[in-house]
């Protein structure tokens, strides 16, 4: 086998290899491994570009052997010129023109091996471009998702930490009003002791009265007994050394009472000492006014379009009650104490939990709020915004027919205090396991969120007035209750961008468990110590 066969049979060989490796880059799994399979193609490309110039150099060497032959044999013809040499010439040189016809075969097929291996470079380069675009699509792609993810994080941390400036401020708010609450009490407290110092003063001065006023009487008492006693000896001195003599003796008498004109006198002039009055401080003791419990007149459940039930709701009565703190009360915000009229109205008797809510959010696509992990069914939702409370309020009206909506700070006063005068509904003490607060005595006291229906409801039969979550009411802040109407079921107007929000939290301390306690926020403010209840209009 001549060598240039040899070459042609490798050449053939690693074209064959070329167009596997080259089907095996187009169903690579994964664009390293296309680009692996296209260096390792681009590899016999270089070898069989060698192998082609080793075959051009062999039949370059090929046809000067031909040519040289060629001569010889025209050299050789001259010289001798027979019949038999002419036909071995003939011979050789048919051989010689079918050598080189099969060496042109050879080299078209070189060529068209030249040229398939042109565009197997030409593909590869694209298959390379393509890979290398790939790999660079793929990179821009994970570093789009990895700033999403980075986006998403940081906006987690703003909302991690908006959520943890609002408690803040509502803790310093809560240190501020305790504060307030304390200097007021150091106030009251210096006020109660001056007045009993004073009490003690006036007490020392009328007891001083007292005695100055005896000491006179008892000087005045001596006189008269010492007139008496020197009018009397007199007399006597005078009736045994003059007995015979009437007239004179009478004349005597008169003159001796005529002479002691200033003693009767002193006494008509003294009048009688005024006697001391001891006044006594009454005691100090609450008169409850005697009122009339606030009890609902119906309970019932709206059906829902979509299914189910809406929140359970108690119909109360039209009326009018005292809202607001007394004058003595140091919280300025729940002031002045007013008269208000209400129309009848209907609220939900609990506060409005998560398994009501995530219906709501289920059916509207809203995103579900967080529920820290103390669970979701029956404890009153949290993380929520004003907003999202009166979108709720609105999906109820969609589904059930009725108007729903927040209740004002009016309704939810009437409602909680439910006709108590009393600090809390129960009573003037906290007591234990009435409610869950800071410090109320429950399983649950200043850690987390109670269940609804936990404890018992005031007499209107709501639950949770007092502990538990704060609530958001309708109403729009204003700093006090200086000019409140006396008429209307909300006072409109007012710094709308807060909202009031009502009650307590599991969170607060005594100090902030009464039923006026007033607090103010933002409308996008979610926390985990707000909730919120509804009202339907009647």
Not at 35 to 59: D, G, N, T
Request: proline share 3%; charged share 30%; with cysteine.
């Amino acid at each position: 086998m001549s060598s240039i066969t040899q070459a042609k049979a490798e050449a053939q060989k690693l074209i064959k290899r070329y167009n596997k490796l080259q089907a095996e880059a187009r169903t690579a799994d994964s664009a390293a491994e296309a680009a692996r399979k296209a260096s390792e193609a681009e590899k016999l490309v270089s070898q069989i570009s060698s192998l082609q110039a080793a075959i051009s150099k062999l039949q370059a060497k090929d046809k000067e052997e031909r040519e040289a032959v060629a001569k010889k044999i025209k050299g050789t013809a001259t010289v001798n010129l027979n019949e038999q040499e002419t036909k071995k010439v003939e011979e050789e040189k048919g051989l010689l023109e079918s050598r080189i016809a099969r060496i042109e075969d050879a080299q078209k097929r070189t060529r068209a091996q030249i040229d398939q291996l042109n565009r197997a470079k030409a593909e590869l380069a694209r298959l390379k471009t393509e890979a290398e675009q790939n790999v660079a699509r793929e990179r821009r792609a994970s570093d789009e998702r990895l700033q999403q993810e980075i986006a998403k994080l940081i906006k987690k941390k703003e909302l991690e930490q908006n959520d943890l400036k609002q408690e803040l401020d509502v803790i310093r708010e809560q240190a501020r009003k305790d504060a307030d609450l304390l200097k007021a009490q150091r106030d009251a407290a210096r006020a109660m002791m001056e007045k009993q110092q004073q009490l003690e003063r006036e007490k020392l001065r009328a007891v001083r009265s007292r005695r100055a006023k005896k000491g006179l009487w008892i000087s005045i008492i001596g006189a008269l007994v010492g007139s008496i006693v020197i009018i009397i000896l007199a007399l006597v001195t005078s009736i045994f050394d003059k007995a015979p003599v009437i007239g004179p003796t009478v004349t005597t008498i008169k003159r001796s009472w005529a002479t002691t004109p200033s003693q009767s006198e002193t006494v008509s002039k003294i009048s009688a000492p005024e006697p001391v009055v001891h006044k006594e401080e009454p005691a100090a003791r609450e008169v409850e006014e005697v009122v009339e419990p606030l009890r609902a007149s119906k309970r019932y459940q709206d059906p829902l379009k979509s299914g189910g039930s809406g929140p359970l709701m108690v119909k109360l009565p039209e009326g009018t009650f005292l809202m607001g703190a007394k004058d003595s009360s140091p919280y300025g915000d729940e002031k002045p104490q007013h008269k208000v009229s209400l129309q009848g109205f209907s609220i939900s008797a609990y506060e409005i939990t998560f398994s009501e809510y995530d219906v709501f959010a289920n059916a509207t696509g809203r995103a579900f709020p967080k529920d820290n992990s103390w669970g979701r069914g029956d404890r009153p939702v949290i993380n929520v915004s004003y907003d999202d409370a009166v979108e709720y309020a609105k999906w109820l009206t969609e589904q059930s027919g009725y108007q729903y909506r927040l209740p004002s700070e009016r309704e939810w006063e009437y409602a909680a205090a439910a006709g108590t005068k009393t600090d809390y509904w129960w009573g003037y003490k906290v007591g234990r396991n009435q409610a869950n607060c800071g410090v109320c005595g429950s399983q649950w006291d200043g850690q987390q969120t109670a269940p609804v229906g936990s404890f018992q409801p005031n007499s209107a039969g709501l639950y949770d007035t007092i502990g538990n979550v704060m609530e958001w009411t309708s109403t729009c802040y204003r700093s006090s209750y200086q000019g409140a109407p006396s008429f209307g079921n909300n006072w409109e107007g007012g710094d709308c961008s807060k909202r009031i929000v009502r009650s307590s939290s599991f969170r607060s301390s005594e100090s902030s468990l009464r039923t006026t306690k007033r607090e103010k926020y933002s409308s996008g403010s979610r926390i985990d110590t707000l909730g919120f209840r509804v009202v339907r209009v009647d």
